[in-house]
């Protein structure tokens, strides 16, 4: 091969080389631009939320892509046949994420999630500081309209749903009793921890 040929393949190397470092440099600047959280959403979940709110009936909003369900919210947390969820406030254990700790307390009132508070979330680096922030609203939002512990992972924020998930079994758990007079008819559940992190 001629010497021009080497001179040629060398300059496209390092063409191609530039042009990768380009495209990745343009990507991870916009994956560090902070979440915009619309004011009317954010307005609507500070802090925990009531049963009385209803579910953003709008299909286009949402927070970081992310649309709400739609359709009526559910009755009560379902519960297998001869057992159910007894009202009061339950504290769930720290459930390590993979990039910080996951605790919730919650508050079960006639058989439904009406209430939660973070007690702790990832926010040890600043990247997982936004994340929990945005996931926050959508998982208060899940379980209170879904009233299940299994939400729908939020994309970007993995490792903090499985967390969540896990406190929020961790939770239904804790506030399973036997139906009085029915536990014959009593039987387990399979709700188990979803992702069990450093515990």
């Given amino acids: 091969m ?5 001179t040629d393949k060398g300059l496209l190397s390092k063409l191609l080389l530039s042009s990768a470092l380009v495209v990745m440099s343009a990507g991870y600047a916009y994956w560090q631009k902070k979440p915009q959280v619309p004011q009317t959403v954010a307005a609507s979940y500070a802090g925990a939320i009531q049963t009385t709110q209803m579910a953003p009936s709008n299909p286009d909003s949402g927070i970081g892509g992310y649309v709400f369900h739609e359709g009526p919210p559910a009755a009560a947390i379902a519960m297998p046949k001869g057992s159910h969820v007894e009202d009061g406030e339950y504290t769930s254990q720290e459930w390590e994420s ?5 605790k919730v307390k919650v508050q079960i009132k006639d058989g439904r999630f009406t209430h939660l ?3 702790l979330v990832p926010d040890e680096r600043q990247r997982s500081e936004e994340i929990s922030r945005m996931a926050k609203p959508l998982l208060i939002h899940e379980i209170i309209h879904d009233q299940k512990a299994d939400v729908n992972i939020i994309t970007t924020a993995t490792y903090t749903s499985f967390a969540f998930m896990d ?3 961790d939770v239904v758990q804790q506030a399973t009793r036997p139906r009085p007079g029915k536990a014959s008819e009593m039987v387990g559940h399979d709700l188990a921890p979803m992702y069990v992190g450093n515990q």
């Avoid at 993979?98 to 996951?102: E, K």
Wanted: aromatic letters at 12%; charged letters at 10%.
């Fill in 2 to 6: 001629s010497a021009r040929g080497h």
């Fill in 98 to 102: 993979g990039f910080g700790t996951v």
């Fill in 117 to 119: 508070d973070y007690l």
């Fill in 167 to 169: 406190a929020m079994t």
